[in-house]
């Protein structure tokens, strides 16, 4: 089809080029529907990209294949795993398992993505490099899912990804990538592209054909073609009745009507091309042999134009393919499937027969079924989630046994949640729980339903859930039900659901776990101790399960847990500790969905030390991934620490109009950090001197179902405003479980915090005395913010008590050390309490030089005086090691440096 018209998406095309080649990366999906012209579109930007000197990856959606675990990519970058030796180990050998090239455990989607990433990045080094893929809705979900990431992660490559997208009654996402809809062509331009095609055309029926066809070029071109030389052929006759059905049906009825002119023996051979398309010309032929055909039997549709052969038989358009597919009765469809699957009786070939098998088979068959099993276990060690759940849902419609039809699908649900369709997933439970009573499969179906209900509903309904799967199974199955009854008690704590913590764990107390979980099950029994009030019993064994779990050789679980109770009792730096090993680990290994649980973890801990710039990186990191892979309540709980980092650093309409959107959904589906950013805003108050107000917003934090959890260490604010707002007694309870606390857990920082709380309160002639050691602890201990918060109050203190010169130092050390972590608002505020006894005004210095950097350049500058390369560092971070360059290339002059080199004493010295 010839290109008419189509000036603006031409030209938006070639700018994506042209961009390219000055090594600004972009992405663009064409959308519009059937025959609109997306591949002619495609097609001019290979041909112009090719006259630049660029490479081109070119692949097609196939319909057939879509189940098929990473076909896409296999058609894409199979012709260049020479490179494979070139990319990091983890990576490599994801993708040549995605290809089953190699024997291993289950591989990671997310890591297949990098894999992806990192080969189009190796390619681009070379020359701009141009990813086309037409009909992406119909690659397989993995293959599109690593393609959309690495067109998110470029930056300062020479690539360009186009796709084309056929808009369906099922829209396909593409989030974070630029959308070009191409709608039918303009009045004018549809009647230039006809004249083109049918110059002779008579004036009755070419008005006819310009309005059947609504500007669609194909259907422009296939109704102009259909003539009989007379004026007053019935087009309605041809195209159907106008204004009932979209053009690209009619269009497909035409292609039939077509097709049902050929000889029968014609029809056949077409019919098995359609079958399957990707099918090598050999394979077709040998099934068009079997079913009493011979290659002759191709040539009447060659010579129509319908297809053209060559190593495989390539249809003119997907309609025409659609049109031979369906129009042949089912009986002749059932024929072509099982022939194709007596042919593909190769190992390599196992998946294909399976579903070829399946869409043979008009009855249930265990057989088949057992096939498609084999089929969804060999997607699993793919890494193909979707793969593994559309295979075993068919395998499950096509299971003889109820009970092996009800594990299937049950099966099918919880890999259709690890493949991001939790729609899907809550469907395909309910069916499961509705087929069967055995306790192990509903305890697995449950499972998936809590899975959905964390992201859709809220972790307490995830919660309630686990604890129902976990009761099913916990005397036949204890390692399943400790693990189940892990996520129940993880669940529960964020959304502040301690009646369900308690639940968990009176059920962990009854089981009987594997040996190496006793060290976890010990601490996540402390937590129903501690959110009970009683820290004691809580300490001791989450400070073991922190200590064991620095060691290299542990669960990712356990580690998780450790993180987390290392929050609840004040331990932030090992805390910090744990977690960054924990990143390195699941970036090693592509555990990608990992990432925003740790980062949520590892930001409040930074948070928490007073290490905003870093909590700031951790947040968009994290946020980042839980929008890319439909992790929702993570990124709310991301998005709710991030209001707290805009109130510290005195942000107050970000912080106000981010509080505003994020609270309400946080409120239900992550409770305790929801509170933090509550937290955050009657912080904010208090930076500003608002103190009723803040006391207010800090009794509700104080006071709610989250007070035992991080929110404890909203107390010391809370005594502040209340000591400021003349009402100290509004603070003497929380002071008095938050001192129980402190003294429970033992911690240098908090020890602080209490003293500096008791000296609020205190009498003069007790106060100073637990000032200084406050701040003797923090000045040691703890970081800038705390001690510049101690200072502050001190300050404020001694110039109360005329102290002029001691106060003087004391604020103007505050001033520095809130100035040198961001916290403006409390610079300002110290800066007035200077101002209030006749201090001279300090200047303002501005932030920490690491403040200036955005978040993404922070990551790759601490990594970068850390030692790494930019390959390194863009195989920890996902990005191309030409993107890191950039980052660094703009960090530089921020930070006033001119080397590589110089980026370690700098980050030390931040």
């Known amino acids: ?255 039939r009507r077509q097709i049902a002119e050929l000889p029968d023996a014609t029809r056949r051979a077409l019919l098995v091309a359609a079958a399957d398309s990707t099918a090598p010309l050999e394979i077709v ?161 449950i499972y998936a339903q809590g899975a959905v209900a964390y992201e859709r509903a809220s972790p307490r309904t995830d919660a309630e859930l686990t604890i129902e799967a976990a009761a099913l199974v916990r005397d036949t199955d204890p390692e399943h039900a400790a693990l189940t009854l892990y996520e129940a008690v993880h669940a529960a704590r964020h959304g502040a659901a301690h009646d369900l913590l308690s639940r968990a764990a009176d059920l962990l107390r009854e089981c009987t776990p594997p040996r190496r979980w006793a060290i976890a099950v010990a601490a996540l029994l402390g937590w129903d101790e501690l959110f009970s009030g009683r820290p004691e019993p809580a300490v001791g064994p989450t400070r073991e399960l922190l200590a064991a779990a620095r060691g290299d050789d542990f669960e990712l679980t356990h580690r998780m847990t450790a993180a987390v109770g290392g929050l609840l009792i004040g331990a932030d730096d090992d805390v910090i500790a744990v977690t960054e090993a924990m990143l390195a680990q699941v970036r090693a290994t592509g555990a990608l969905g990992w990432v925003p649980y740790i980062l949520n973890v590892l930001a409040v ?109 909203a107390v010391p604010d809370l005594v502040e405003a209340a000591v400021r707002s003349g009402a100290p007694d509004r603070a003497r309870e929380a002071l008095a479980e938050f001192a129980h606390w402190a003294g429970q857990v033992d911690r240098p920082v908090t020890t602080g915090l209490a003293l500096r709380c008791r000296a609020l309160l205190a009498d003069d002639d007790e106060a100073e005395a637990l000032y200084v050691e406050g701040l003797r602890l923090h000045e040691r201990y703890g970081g800038p913010y705390d001690h510049a918060r101690t200072r502050l109050v001190f300050g404020e203190w001694l110039r109360r008590q005329r102290r002029r010169t001691e106060a003087r130092a004391h604020l103007e050390a505050a001033v520095a050390g809130f100035e040198r972590v961001g916290a403006t608002l409390w610079a300002e505020r110290a800066r007035g309490e200077l101002a209030a006894f006749g201090g001279a005004r300090t200047e303002h210095r501005g932030t920490g030089t690491l403040a200036l950097l955005t978040p993404q350049e922070l990551q790759v500058v601490h990594l970068a005086a850390a030692g790494r390369t930019n390959k390194q560092i863009a195989a920890q971070l996902y990005l191309s090691p030409r993107t890191v360059g950039h980052h660094l290339y703009k960090a530089y002059p921020k930070l006033g440096v001119t080397a590589r080199s110089e980026l370690a004493d700098l980050v030390a010295e931040a």
């Open 1 to 255: 089809m010839s290109l008419v018209g189509r000036d603006d998406e031409r030209r938006r095309i070639e700018r994506l080029l042209a961009d390219a080649r000055a090594e600004r990366s972009g992405a663009l999906v064409v959308r519009g529907e059937a025959g609109v012209g997306k591949s002619v579109l495609l097609d001019r930007a290979v041909s112009v990209a090719k006259s630049e000197g660029f490479q081109v990856l070119r692949g097609i959606g196939v319909e057939s294949d879509s189940n098929l675990a990473y076909g896409g990519l296999h058609q894409l970058l199979f012709p260049h795993l020479d490179r494979l030796e070139a990319l990091p180990g983890p990576q490599s050998a994801a993708l040549r398992g995605a290809f089953g090239l190699a024997e291993s455990g289950e591989a990671s989607r997310f890591m297949i993505a990098a894999g992806t990433l990192a080969l189009l990045a190796d390619m681009a080094e070379e020359a701009p490099l141009l990813c086309v893929v037409d009909d992406l809705q119909w690659f397989d979900q993995g293959s599109a899912e690593a393609l959309l990431f690495a067109a998110r992660r470029f930056d300062a490559d020479p690539v360009a990804m186009l796709f084309a997208v056929r808009e369906t009654s099922m829209p396909f996402e593409a989030p974070g990538i630029e959308a070009m809809p191409l709608s039918g062509l303009s009045a004018s331009d549809a009647a230039r592209l006809l004249d083109g095609h049918a110059p002779d055309l008579a004036d009755p029926l070419r008005a006819r054909v310009l309005e059947e066809s609504a500007g669609n070029p194909l259907a422009l071109i296939e109704l102009g073609s259909i003539r009989r030389g007379a004026d007053d052929v019935d087009m309605s006759d041809l195209a159907g009745t106008v204004g009932t059905l979209p053009v690209p049906v009619r269009v497909q009825e035409l292609f």
């Open 285 to 445: 032929l040998r099934v068009v042999e079997a079913l009493g055909g011979g290659a002759a039997d191709l040539g009447p549709a060659e010579r129509a134009t319908l297809v053209r052969v060559e190593a495989r038989v390539a249809f003119r358009h997907p309609l025409v393919r659609a049109a031979a597919y369906r129009g042949e009765p089912l009986h002749r469809r059932v024929e072509a499937h099982r022939a194709y699957a007596d042919a593909l009786m190769d190992d390599a070939d196992a998946d294909r027969r399976a579903w070829h098998l399946a869409a043979a088979a008009t009855v249930p068959d265990e057989a088949v079924a057992v096939e498609l099993e084999g089929a969804a276990e060999r997607a699993r060690h793919r890494g193909g989630a979707m793969a593994v759940s559309v295979a075993y849902e068919r395998a499950g419609r096509l299971s003889v046994d109820p009970r092996l039809k009800a594990r299937r699908i049950a099966r099918a649900a919880q890999a259709a949640f690890d493949a991001g369709k939790p729609d899907r997933a809550a469907r395909l439970a309910a069916e499961a729980l509705s087929l069967t009573a055995d306790p192990g499969i509903r305890a697995e179906a």
């Open 605 to 713: 801990a930074r948070l928490l030390r007073g290490e905003f710039a870093d909590a700031r990186a951790n947040v968009a990191e994290g946020a980042a991934i839980g929008a890319e892979f439909g992790n929702s309540t993570e990124q709310l709980a991301h998005r709710s620490v991030e209001v707290w980092l805009h109130a510290v650093s005195g942000e107050e309409s970000r912080c106000r109009d981010l509080a505003a959107a994020v609270l309400p959904d946080a409120r239900s589906r992550h409770l305790v950090n929801a509170e933090i950013a509550a937290w955050g805003l009657a912080m904010l108050d208090l930076s500003a001197r608002r103190f009723e107000t803040a006391l207010e917003g800090l009794e509700r934090v104080c006071r709610g179902p989250a007070r035992r959890d991080v929110p404890m260490r």
